[in-house]
């Protein structure tokens, strides 16, 4: 079974300009979320998605963070313009709501995540 | 406000040692407990932990939880230099999927 893909692995802009960043999860899997991770810390939910649909963007910086999943199958997350602070690894997950969660159906599959180094 | 704490933040071992990380928590609609290993950059599952008292294994690692005190414990035996990483403890809310996670606990094994 192929994991959750991302891209680019890593990105280097200044600050005020715009950057994106891709995620392609598991096969079949429902429920997306993207996760920012600030060195030291643990990952901090940014948006989570199900099927297109947003069910929690409550944490997302929205002046300057988008995101979006048309189709329902892969998203793109948006940041214009970025800030010294959003200097972090971007992670996507995906999980197979649905599946009871006692059988592990809200376990989150992780991609390699994104390096953001804003100048 | 909801709260996941691990400690310690960061340990130093020798092969061979036992490790044991802990997790405490403080949140409102609980649902489960996991844990996940992160070497460079995604983090990989160990342990989903939902029930109090029953313990998961997987080789060297395991893993209990204690509702009642409110903490997990992750437990490495006979560690290895391959163990070095970065371990995070994340919360599951009845009322969700997202996961709510702690710092993290830096290990690192040494020869």
């Known amino acids: 079974e192929a994991g959750v893909a991302q891209s680019p692995r890593y990105k280097i802009i200044e600050k005020r300009q715009s950057v994106a960043f891709w995620c392609n999860p598991i096969?079949?899997?429902?429920?997306l979320y993207w996760y920012q991770q600030i060195l030291g810390q643990g990952p901090k939910l940014l948006i989570q998605?199900?099927?297109?649909?947003?069910?929690?963007d409550s944490q997302l910086p929205k002046d300057r963070f988008s995101a979006e999943r048309l189709k329902g199958v892969d998203s793109t997350l948006k940041i214009q313009p970025a800030k010294l602070e959003d200097s972090a690894v971007y992670l996507c997950?995906?999980?197979?709501?649905?599946?009871?969660?006692?059988?592990?159906?809200?376990?989150?599959?992780f991609g390699p995540g994104t390096r953001l180094l804003v100048l | 406000e909801d709260k996941v704490v691990q400690s310690p933040l960061s340990l130093v071992v020798h092969e061979g040692d036992t490790v044991t990380l802990n997790c405490s928590y403080e949140?409102?609609?609980?649902?489960?407990l996991l844990w996940y290993k992160q070497e460079k950059k995604a983090p990989t599952f160990l342990f989903m932990l939902?029930?109090?008292?029953i313990e998961k294994k997987s080789g060297r690692l395991s893993s209990i939880l204690d509702k009642k005190e409110l903490f997990s414990i992750l437990n490495i035996t006979a560690t290895q230099t391959g163990d070095s990483a970065i371990y995070l403890c994340?919360?599951?809310?009845?009322?969700?999927?997202?996961?709510?996670f702690g710092k993290g606990t830096s290990l690192l094994v040494t020869p």
């Open positions: 997950a995906s999980s197979s709501r649905g599946v009871s969660w006692r059988e592990g159906g809200e376990t989150q599959y």
């Open positions: 096969s079949g899997h429902a429920t």
């Open positions: 998605f199900q099927n297109n649909g947003v069910v929690d």
């Open positions: 949140v409102t609609n609980f649902r489960s």
């Open positions: 939902t029930s109090s008292g």
């Open positions: 994340a919360v599951g809310y009845s009322s969700g999927y997202a996961l709510n």
